[in-house]
């Protein structure tokens, strides 16, 4: 069929397989360009479809040669729906490692599940045996606890003040104010349940009780930080009680892995167009002026040009990892230079519906946006009748 896309608020109905597949395409072209890395060999990738655990899994595979075990939680196509962007992504990711011929499986599931680890184990003794390199780059609005039964619903509000501030709707380019009511202790506690660290230590707790992680094997998760503008309403919110959860489990699952000399760490990423980004208010108008600000010092990164600066500059050389006062990896440094983030302050007070096309990059956040569905991509001809019935070879 041929494959527009609908959107509905912050989501896009539709998906393009040829799109996504270029999309695929291209961070690998990128990462092969940079060489090769000394670094993982076998590598287990929670959240492994879109985003920055797909830039993570394409950088061990297509960087380090690494065998992959990708998890995540994706639509098939069905009765003449597209599939899910993260499922286009990983049969296109698929395909290259087997034309490459790099080990590669994936499983599609709920990662949060007793059922889902086992698998995974299951399918890491019977073909890796252990892991040196475990990735964990969830993000997901609910989560189903496992031994309770329970299901939680993270939110995005601010805690103990009304939060009010601009924020842009990035489809019209209308700039307005937006107001958000201080959230109950019980939006805290289903949002650090949600997003918080624990569903991370369940994962390296049953991957050690099954004795499949490599002496020194490593692990790291993703956290943001952000700027004074977003502060109340993200790392002051909800979802920054979740990262602090996050970011103090990664000292427990260190403990954990002391008897294997092993690590955990957490890497502070930078503000990047996402599907889970666009939902959070505010944070689109600060990416676009972000965006606009880093394009103009040359210094501006995607997930891909992220996450192999991980691999390449911090995990894997030489000395020692460098690390922030709170024990992190900051690959979010140029994001929060000085010089960045006085710009931003400064376009902040002048950003309004008239002003925001010269001083933003709404066009560049609307590309990436576009984008994440496989939409937009040059070389891609979107005219053509394509196939959506696409299947992910290697899928356990
Ligand atoms: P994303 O939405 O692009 O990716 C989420 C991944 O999780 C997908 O592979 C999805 O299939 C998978 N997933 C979701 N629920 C699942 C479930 N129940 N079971 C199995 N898989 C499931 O998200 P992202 O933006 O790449 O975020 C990844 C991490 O990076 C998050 O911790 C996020 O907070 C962090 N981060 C994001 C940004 C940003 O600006 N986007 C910045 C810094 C850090
Ligand atoms: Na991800």
């Known amino acids: 069929m041929i494959i527009e896309p609908r959107m509905r608020g912050f989501i896009c109905l539709t998906s393009h397989p040829v799109g996504c597949e270029k999309n695929v395409l291209n961070q690998i072209e990128y990462t092969r360009k940079k060489g090769i890395i000394d670094g993982p060999k076998k590598v287990l990738v929670i959240g492994a479809s879109t985003g920055f655990g797909l830039s993570s899994r394409i950088t061990s595979a297509f960087g380090a040669n690494a065998a992959t075990i990708g998890v995540f939680f994706e639509k098939p196509p069905s009765s003449g729906k597209t599939a899910s962007p993260g499922w286009y992504n990983s049969a296109a990711f698929q395909k290259e490692a087997a034309n490459a011929g790099i080990y590669a499986k994936s499983i599609n599931g709920d990662a949060f599940s007793d059922a889902i680890k086992k698998k995974t184990i299951d399918l890491i003794k019977q073909d890796l045996g252990k892991i040196d390199l475990v990735i964990y780059s969830l993000a997901s609005p609910v989560k189903t606890n496992p031994k309770t039964g329970i299901t939680h619903r993270s939110v995005l509000k601010p805690i103990g003040q009304t939060f009010s501030n601009k924020t842009v709707d990035f489809h019209t380019g209308i700039v307005s104010d937006v107001t958000i009511e201080p959230c109950s202790e019980e939006d805290i506690a289903n949002t650090v349940e949600v997003m918080g660290g624990d569903d991370w230590k369940l994962w390296i707790q049953a991957l050690i009780d099954a ?14 930080i952000g700027p004074q503008v977003t502060k109340a309403i993200y790392r002051e919110g909800t979802i920054g009680k979740a990262k602090d959860h996050l970011e103090a489990t990664a000292f427990e699952i260190q403990d954990l892995l002391k008897p294997l000399e092993g690590s955990a760490f957490i890497s502070v990423n930078k503000a990047l167009v996402t599907q889970a980004s666009s939902a959070i208010p505010v944070i689109p108008l600060y990416i676009s002026l972000l965006y606009k600000t880093m394009k103009e010092k040359d210094l501006h990164e995607g997930c891909i040009e992220q996450i192999n600066r991980l691999f390449r500059e911090r995990l894997y050389i030489k000395d020692e990892i460098p690390l922030d006062t709170k024990g992190r990896i900051r690959i979010d ?18 950003a309004d519906t008239s002003t925001l096309p010269e001083i933003g990059d709404l066009n560049g956040y609307k590309s990436d946006f576009l984008n994440l569905f496989g939409f937009g991509f040059d070389g891609v001809d979107y005219n053509e009748d394509v196939n959506e019935n696409i299947d992910i070879n290697g899928l356990v």
């Open 211 to 224: 004795d499949v992680l490599a002496d020194q094997a490593m692990t790291l998760a993703y956290s943001y």
């Open 333 to 350: 440094d140029w994001e929060m230079r000085e010089d960045v983030q006085n710009e931003i302050t400064k376009l902040w007070k002048l």
